[in-house]
């Protein structure tokens, strides 16, 4: 109809769509900044930290051993958080995991009565090579990114396989 | 006295229509039979409120921050009294809140009150109730002590097993792969405002609604054709329900279904209202006082021997997390979600004009096998966590 009678009805049909245009230009404008600055930490990588374990030469065999370590918070703050990591070693090999469970990330801790680390949310099962065994975990234990300066440990704050 | 009253009530209906704001509010005709059931609206509105006056007033002392929100609290506990009552009030009417919302959900339900006209009353109910829930699991987190903490790794782990998207989505609402000071920031502004930006709007449109088609009440409360006459396809007649008494006694043919008896809103149904809320706000401030708000240790991620309690409320998800095995992990996210999609969708799928509950088994018996199944759950949780 409007094309029948396009002088008639051209400039009511301008503000129309001229109010419509400038309400979706402004919310357009609007959510650029708004929806990239909620998504902004996506696309930031996170520092990359290293915190010294300490002298793992008096870890027994077989018995996973607990340090606590500490990396800067990030972001913003000055404030440090503490991480557990668990050093088991075999023989000559060893290895360095985080106590994160791999279903919920609750922090695990080594049962010794089963022989077994044991997430106490729901009860996810890890052997001593941190290989889930038991309950809803989908995967092994995470293990840090580390290094061996002699007998010393560091440990950096991030795992080999992202979680 | 009275007379200037009068003028200045005259002078402001004049200018900002006051009188039929105050009748449409007021002076609507409720049903009488079963008036004690609807009071849980109310109810849950009452709890709403004290939600958002406690809430604002503790935004006077609590930092939003991983490294002040725990001492913030602490120093609360420690060296403020009646704050502690305002937190304790926060917490014990969102504990109320969740179980009231649940009946007033149930309820209605229950007597198919979501039925034509009024499917959008039910729908931006199931809205108010997914929010309301989404206050009380962002509440949870903030503040940063041991339960806070560890309820938030797991909460917000919950969305990493999206399909395609999960660990995007987690990062989103932590602020990065790990939790972080981020993440607690992020989830104050979603509890303090963006959660309650759509929440409180919304709670307008519900009542606007529930005006605007009147309280359906229950089947009791029409006579045989007319407890069907609400779903029947008939043009609604221009004056559907009066706003000033005196009120039709019988429902007429052209009218959409009218209760067989009904009374003013105010006084009568506001009475049984404020008597119900009343008790509840005194449990409220008696649980308040007498147990108030706990607070544990500070967060510590790098414990090996603290053992997380989830929230009760959040008991039936968690010990699905427990039962779900690995390969079938997405199903935490398929239960909630398909549910509150089948909720969203009730009024129609269940679109005939029964309302008799003892006359829908199609409804009715899925629904107590989903609430039966929710409780089930909620057992076992509770159970398991009595026995560690």
Same mark, same amino acid.
């Given at each position: 109809?409007?094309?029948?009678?396009?002088?008639?009805?051209?400039?009511?049909? !301008?503000?129309?769509?001229?109010? *419509?245009?400038?309400?979706?230009?402004?919310? #357009?404008?609007? =959510?650029?900044?708004? %929806?990239?600055?909620?998504?902004?930490?996506?696309?930031?990588?996170?520092?990359?930290?290293?915190?010294?374990?300490?002298?793992?030469?008096?870890?027994?065999?077989?018995?996973?051993?607990? !340090?606590?370590?500490?990396?800067? *918070?990030?972001?913003?703050?000055?404030?440090? #958080?503490?991480? =557990?990591?668990?050093? %088991?070693?075999?023989?000559?090999?060893?290895?360095?995991?985080?106590?994160?469970?791999?279903?919920m990330q609750c922090a695990v801790h080594w049962e010794d009565s089963l022989r077994q680390f044991l997430c106490p949310c729901h009860g996810g099962l890890y052997n001593i090579d941190g290989q889930n065994v038991g309950g809803p975990p989908p995967k092994p234990l995470p293990q840090y990114v580390h290094r061996l300066d002699g007998t010393t440990l560091y440990v950096e704050n991030r795992y080999t396989e992202s979680i | 006295m009275g007379r200037r009253l009068d003028a200045t009530y005259n002078w402001l209906d004049e200018r900002a229509a006051l009188r039929s704001l105050v009748r449409k509010g007021l002076y609507e005709a409720v049903p009488v039979r079963g008036a004690w059931f609807y009071t849980l609206g109310s109810a849950t509105l009452v709890l709403i409120l004290l939600q958002l006056v406690t809430g604002i007033f503790l935004t006077l002392l609590y930092v939003p921050s991983v490294t002040e929100a725990w001492a913030s609290l602490q120093f609360l506990k420690q060296h403020d009294v009646f704050g502690s009552i305002v937190r304790g009030i926060h917490l014990w009417s969102a504990y109320i809140l969740l179980f009231v919302i649940g009946l007033h959900m149930v309820r209605t339900f229950f007597s198919g009150s979501y039925k034509r006209p009024r499917e959008l009353n039910w729908v931006t109910g199931v809205i108010l109730f997914v929010l309301v829930l989404g206050m009380a699991i962002t509440g949870a987190f903030l503040p940063w002590d041991q339960a806070a903490y560890w309820t938030a790794v797991v909460v917000t782990n919950i969305p990493a097993y999206t399909p395609f998207i999960g660990s995007f989505v987690r990062a989103l609402w932590r602020g990065g792969d790990a939790m972080g000071p981020i993440t607690l920031v992020r989830t104050f502004g979603i509890h303090v405002w963006l959660l309650p930006a759509i929440l409180f709007p919304l709670i307008g449109v519900h009542l606007a609604l529930l005006r605007k088609h009147g309280e359906f009440g229950s089947y009791v409360n029409y006579r045989g054709a007319f407890r069907a006459r609400e779903c029947v396809d008939v043009p609604p007649p221009p004056a559907q329900r009066p706003i000033e008494p005196p009120y039709p006694a019988v429902p007429t043919d052209e009218m959409w279904a009218v209760p067989l008896q009904t009374e003013d809103f105010y006084p009568y149904q506001t009475f049984k209202d404020g008597l119900v809320s009343v008790v509840l706000v005194v449990v409220v401030f008696v649980l308040a006082v007498a147990i108030g708000a706990p607070l544990e240790a500070i967060a510590d991620p790098s414990t090996t021997s603290y053992v997380p309690v989830p929230e009760w409320f959040f008991l039936p998800l968690d010990q699905l997390l427990l039962l779900v095995p690995q390969q079938l992990i997405p199903l935490i996210l398929v239960l909630p979600v398909g549910g509150v999609v089948l909720l969203l969708g009730l009024p129609f799928i269940d679109r005939g004009p029964e309302r008799n509950p003892f006359e829908r088994p199609a409804v009715m018996v899925p629904g107590a096998f989903a609430v039966v199944f929710v409780v089930i759950l909620t057992l076992l949780g509770s159970g398991r966590l009595f026995n560690q």
């Open positions: 109809m409007a094309r029948s009678e396009p002088r008639r009805l051209s400039r009511r049909q !301008f503000a129309i769509l001229g109010t *419509q245009l400038v309400a979706a230009g402004v919310t #357009v404008l609007l =959510a650029i900044p708004i %929806v990239g600055f909620v998504l902004s930490p996506l696309f930031r990588r996170p520092a990359i930290y290293e915190a010294k374990v300490g002298d793992i030469s008096g870890v027994p065999d077989g018995e996973p051993t607990k !340090f606590t370590v500490s990396f800067p *918070q990030g972001e913003w703050t000055s404030a440090n #958080v503490s991480a =557990a990591v668990y050093v %088991v070693k075999n023989g000559d090999n060893y290895k360095v995991l985080s106590n994160t469970c791999s279903h | -």
